[in-house]
């Protein structure tokens, strides 16, 4: 299965050497050192020479061109989103290289780096370098970086935009110790508290079942990087948010279908 | 000339870049006319304010080639449309192609072959050499305009290397973005 979505996903990149990343239920990523436009002999906005492929491949079980509307949309909001995010100075995430809609193709910078493990510098990733070491998994440098993308989270909930996805996977730390959001694919444009409050929920049973050991203060450190950019007038809007959290947090990310 | 190729299309892209050219008006001219020696993408250096922006609406134009989904009459014209952040065609031919008085321009000629089979003898001006280094175009930009065209924001006359990478990133959202 995933073989054929390989070779699809070929046919629309030919000469472009493509390595798999990782594959979810909607796309694949690849990874590659060719830009597609720039030759190689020239440094882009990072000074990385990876760039990442997002491929959403066709969905043989939905009609055609169902699937190619679909796929076209999902590729366009997305690279939508990267575009309002480059406006919003506050909030680190990849830069938008390219788009082939019709063919569910994103172009993006690539992230992060190698962990001593080889793999690559998610949160999740790093977090989990410290399990079962106390001493190591709670120290201020933990705290500060779980604080950061806090902020990171409260910066884009500030800017009416949730990101539908959020995991400790999803987070990515570059070398300079940056947090980055990665996966806009489930992300949108929202006013609404319940968003923003289902946005936290979701990284709080992520961390609670990514990370056991120390979830506890996981959160509360993610939730005091996320309150600290709310300040003055944003006070009130802060509060709304964080009494939906609890709410949410009761009943599940799901409202109730009753009634 | 530099010549350059894209990994994932067949075409070879000849990039001319000339100065002080002085006949203009008679391209322009041309260019309406349809006369077939005149079949070059003509782009006004003024406009043009990093290698990268220049590629990626080189990109598109190719992708939309090879899809055979061209908007304009041909991959000439598609690659100025390319380089417009609106969907108006005429605008985006007026904004980035030449007028009477350019006298300095980029001229891309899109290829089959790797051999130069045309000439550019229609050109009354000197040609130079094509900066491949992003930061040199930016001395014959004018931003104002380009700041109006592409919704830059607030103008800033100048620009430190976050400003130039940051201008960069939002010609390109706006570039690969358009229409869709």
């Given at each position: 299965m995933s073989d054929t979505i390989i070779e699809n996903a070929k046919s629309h990149l030919r000469n472009i050497q493509v390595t798999v990343v990782s594959q979810g239920a909607e796309a694949i990523i690849f990874q590659t050192t060719q830009h597609p436009y720039l030759p190689s002999s020239i440094s882009t906005s990072?000074?990385?020479?990876k760039f990442i492929i997002k491929y959403r491949p066709p969905k043989t079980y939905r009609h055609r061109t169902l699937d190619q509307q679909l796929t076209k949309h999902r590729t366009i909001s997305e690279a939508r989103i990267l575009q309002k995010l480059t406006n919003i100075a506050e909030v680190n995430a990849p830069s938008l290289i390219a788009i082939d809609s019709r063919n569910g193709i994103l172009w993006m910078e690539h992230i992060g780096y190698e962990l001593a493990n080889k793999d690559i510098s998610s949160l999740k990733n790093w977090l989990w370098q410290f399990n079962h070491d106390e001493s190591k998994a709670l120290t201020n440098e933990v705290q500060d970086t779980l604080r950061a993308v806090g902020r990171q989270i409260g910066e884009l909930h500030k800017n009416d935009l949730v990101h539908g996805d959020l995991t400790s996977s999803n987070i990515i730390l570059s070398e300079n110790s940056k947090a980055f959001l990665i996966d806009f694919g489930l992300s949108s444009q929202s006013t609404l508290n319940e968003d923003k409050a289902v946005d936290l929920y979701v990284l709080e049973r992520a961390i609670l079942s990514t990370h056991p050991l120390y979830s506890y203060e996981y959160n509360k450190w993610l939730l005091e990087g996320y309150s600290s950019v709310f300040s003055g007038k944003q006070e009130t809007k802060l509060k709304e948010i964080l009494r939906r959290y609890e709410d949410v947090r009761l009943r599940g990310r799901k409202r109730s279908m009753l009634g | 000339m530099t010549q350059i190729k894209f990994p994932q299309f067949p075409q070879f892209i000849n990039i001319h870049r000339f100065t002080n050219v002085l006949n203009s008006s008679e391209i322009k001219e041309n260019l309406i006319k349809g006369n077939k020696d005149y079949d070059f993408a003509f782009i006004n250096t003024k406009l043009i304010f990093s290698q990268s922006q220049l590629y990626s609406a080189i990109y598109r134009s190719l992708l939309e080639l090879n899809n055979n989904n061209l908007r304009t009459k041909n991959i000439h014209s598609e690659i100025l449309f390319c380089l417009s952040p609106i969907n108006n065609i005429m605008e985006a031919l007026k904004n980035f192609g030449i007028q009477n008085s350019t006298f300095d321009f980029i001229v891309i000629k899109i290829s089959d072959n790797l051999e130069i089979d045309y000439n550019l003898n229609i050109i009354n001006g000197e040609e130079i050499k094509f900066e491949q280094i992003n930061n040199e175009l930016i001395k014959f930009v004018d931003l104002k305009k380009l700041y109006k065209i592409y919704k830059l924001g607030t103008f800033k006359e100048v620009l430190n290397n976050e400003d130039i990478l940051l201008i960069n990133q939002k010609i390109i959202n706006s570039i690969q973005l358009r229409g869709q």
């Open positions: 990072s000074e990385s020479l | -």
